[in-house]
């Protein structure tokens, strides 16, 4: 089985996107919106953050075992969500300035959505995900690296990052640095797992390896 990895643009790579992760993740929360939001994407672009992206692995020739005379085509086997964290943005400019805010969106991102089919799964295609999320994440020269929350669900998925080559951090917290404007020290910028949310791991990479 072969397949490429592919930004969404598409209603209908979105669709199977967000119900493939909505499948995974055991939601129904929307996820994303129904198309790119482009003069949301520009403001957040101005700011020198990453808008948000879905990228979406998709099969060739085939659906595999998930195939069915009505099967979609193309077919989406996997799916992730990679962009600036504007919620953490958010708070850094309410408590400190916005021009910490935009540094921060400037040096960080975070994959908050990433799942494979089932039936997909052990082929290479979550890694080759994860990789497309860097190559896009490292273009912006600032962006010092990414993070994201590894739940611990049927399969926990911190052993997989891990195996992508990113650093397994603690179950509650982890504290990424970020330099202001201006500034000659970091910033430690804590992120905590929200109240309610479900067990997991915080994962970290940073992208200076990739540009060398």
């Known amino acids: 089985m072969s397949y490429s990895v592919r930004r969404a643009h598409d209603p209908e790579l979105r669709r199977q996107a967000r119900t493939l992760l909505q499948h995974a993740l055991d939601t129904d ?5 129904d198309a790119p939001d482009a003069r949301f994407a520009e403001a957040v672009a101005a700011l020198g ?3 948000q992206t879905v990228l979406v692995a998709v099969a060739h020739g085939t659906a595999g075992a998930d ?3 009505s099967a979609p085509s193309p077919f989406v086997i996997g799916a992730a969500v990679v962009g600036s964290d504007l919620d953490v943005g958010r708070a850094i400019a309410t408590g400190i300035d916005d021009r910490t805010a935009a540094a921060f969106l400037q040096q960080w991102a975070v994959v908050s959505h990433l ?4 039936s997909h799964r052990g082929q290479g295609v979550g890694r080759a995900l994860v990789d497309a999320t860097e190559a896009i994440a490292a273009v912006a020269p600032t962006r010092a690296g990414m ?3 590894a739940l ?13 080559g990113w650093r397994v951090e603690d179950a509650d917290r982890v504290t ?6 201006g500034a000659s020290r970091p910033l430690p910028v804590p992120l905590s797992r929200p109240e ?3 067990p997991g791991r915080f994962v970290t990479h940073s992208l200076s390896a990739r540009r060398r």
């Open 49 to 51: 953050g990453l808008p």
């Open 67 to 69: 195939a069915t005379a």
């Open 176 to 181: 990424l640095p970020m330099l202001p404007p």
């Open 196 to 198: 309610g949310a479900r």
């Open 29 to 33: 929360d929307g996820l994303f919106a």
């Open 147 to 149: 993070h994201a929350f």
């Open 115 to 118: 799942a494979v089919a089932a």
């Open 152 to 164: 611990d669900a049927e399969h926990p998925s911190a052993p997989f990052f891990a195996a992508c």
